[in-house]
Each structure stands twice: as C-alpha cells, then as structure tokens.
C-alpha cells in the first residue's frame, strides 16, 4: 500500500494566485519530508528539505518566499507556491525517508494558466 | 554539479534482450536505492543496496553495489514491454539526509 499520500493529484490555477499541496506520511512519523520538482523527460530536482518544527532547507537557486514549507506535524508538510507564474508549472513530488529507504508520493501536476 | 552519472539515458530494446543500466560517482554512498518511474506517477522504490559488493535479486533484476559504494548497475533479463519505464538511481551521501539522483534512464521495451 501506498506509504505517501500527496493532495490535489493535479491543479490548474490562474497566474498570480497561490496553490496548497499536501504531503502526508500515512505509515510512519516523518521529522523530515523532502520536496522535489520534476520537468518533463528530466530526473528529480529537490528544492527543499522539510523539518518538523522548524525551518525548512532550501535549495540553492529555490526562492524560499515563493514556495512556501509548512512542517507542522509528523505526518503532514505543505508546500505553497506562492504568486503562481505559468513557469512554475511541473510535477512536484514529495518524499519521506525511514531508515536508508526514501518513499514519494504519488506526485502533483501544476498547470498555471 | 552532477555527483552520480547515470548511463544510458535512452535505451530502446526489443522483447526477450538483456540490458544493462549504470550509475557512476566519485563519492561515496552510504546506500544506493533504484526506483522506477511511470509517467504522471510518484517513483516506486525497487531496491536498497548499502554494503559494498551487494548483489540483489527481484525476479529478473539484479542490482549490484560496487565494492567501494560509488557506483552501482541494474541488469534487467529477459526484459518485457511491462518493464517500459524511467528508471532512476539516487545515493545518499554519508551523513546527509538528501538523496542525490541520476539523470535517468528512458527504457522502452518493444514488443
């Protein structure tokens, strides 16, 4: 069974609106989620790395102020991204690692209109 | 910079061949994991390797562990149009929690 869950699947949104999605660890307690986008034809990038309750970690080149990272438990991190231009458009994929094994979700298509 | 060289990139075979798919580094990983990969859905873990020489076998996959831990090969027998799919090899550097990807592999199976 699935062991990450990622909500919306897919959302389209207008430019300049902001857009929520959700990441949940579903068997396991999670201190740190990993945030990654994924362009067509390429391989993972990661933007950030997500702690409980704290700050997460960006990426070099990752604007921390547009996409947003909200930790608040040890199932749930949420990324925002914030002022949606049509280039933010892509598939972004969120992960949770237990010991050396590091499990996605099902990833979220982000069309920006 | 690119820590882990994933080769080839692109890989169009016919039913009932064997390939073989590379991963290559200059660093050292504290585990090596092979995923999968459909289009529009999240990458599906199929193996970990962390000890040095490990071999593992899941049906007609065999992945192996370099003995130094900086580069690994998936080998595929036998393969089907089922096995179609991006393949990826990511690394976890020692003592950092992120995983370092490779390219990917584009691996098409004709039937």
């Known amino acids: 069974g699935a062991v990450v869950s990622q909500h919306p699947s897919r959302v389209i949104c207008k430019s300049g609106t902001s857009v929520k999605i959700e990441c949940r660890s579903l068997?396991?307690?999670?201190?740190?989620m990993f945030w990654y986008r994924q362009f067509p034809k390429q391989s993972l990038m990661l933007m950030a790395t997500?702690?409980?309750?704290?700050?997460?970690?960006?990426e070099q080149g990752v604007e921390k102020d547009k996409f947003l990272i909200n930790h608040a438990s040890l199932t749930l991190s949420t990324l925002t991204v914030t002022s949606a231009h049509p280039e933010d458009s892509s598939f972004y994929i969120c992960?949770?690692?237990?010991?050396?094994?590091?499990?996605f979700g099902p990833g979220t298509r982000l069309t920006v209109t | 910079t690119q820590l882990l060289e994933q080769s080839p990139q692109f890989l169009s075979i016919q039913e009932g061949e064997n390939l073989t798919v590379y991963c290559n580094s200059s660093?050292?990983?504290?585990?090596l994991q092979w995923y999968r990969q459909e289009p529009g859905e999240g990458p599906v873990l199929l193996v970990t390797?962390?000890?040095?020489?490990e071999v593992k076998k899941l049906k007609r996959l065999t992945f192996q562990f370099g003995d130094a831990r900086k580069d690994s090969s998936l080998h595929i027998t036998a393969a089907q149009p089922g096995d179609t799919g991006l393949y990826l090899c990511?690394?976890?550097?020692?003592?950092?929690?992120?995983?370092?990807f490779g390219q990917g592999t584009r691996l098409t199976i004709n039937p």
């Open positions: 390797v962390v000890t040095g020489g």
């Open positions: 990511a690394g976890a550097v020692q003592g950092a929690q992120k995983l370092v």
């Open positions: 997500s702690n409980e309750g704290s700050k997460a970690t960006y």
């Open positions: 068997d396991f307690q999670a201190t740190t």
């Open positions: 660093s050292v990983f504290s585990s």
């Open positions: 992960s949770v690692r237990h010991g050396h094994e590091q499990y």
